[in-house]
């Protein structure tokens, strides 16, 4: 019964074994690790081949031994694709989720804009375009922007989607108009 114990944490070492590979390779492959984790993978094989000589007199034991080794070479044969992608140049890292725009969002720009006060601000600086263009008046109301915006904003969802939209004044004509763009 001592030597059964002994193989069962022996496997158990094993097996953690392969998890930790398994994660040194997935970071490698994201650009996380500098080298691949080819010694540990040397050690860890070397280890394997050690049990394939063993006599292994317990069903239960012998059954996860070769799950592991057939998961390992199932790893080995993965891993062995994509470095072979690497050096041709044909696999692109999965750093989506790193470069991604939420992650990239600063704590004060996170909220979207209220569009009483991006009306509010939009109504200041067509007044000045006006005025910077000699046309008389204020233009129209907050009430009448915001609404303007509120319909530009459905055309452009029903359009293109749920994308971000900004808007801003051009004043290159004859009269200063208010600008619908959509956010890179």
Known sequence: MDERRQLAQELDEIQQQVKELEIHYEQYFAGIEKREPYNERKNLSRRIRQFTNR??????????YQGIASRLMSYGQYWDRILRLIDEGKYHRHTTKMNSPASKRQPGNSQPIDPKIEADQLQKELCRARKSCGLPGTG???????????SQREKIQARYGNKPVEFSIDSSGEKPRIKVSLKK
């Open 55 to 64: 006599h292994i007199v317990w069903t239960d034991l012998k059954f996860r």
């Open 140 to 150: 129209p109301s907050t009430e009448k922007i915001a609404d303007f915006l509120a």
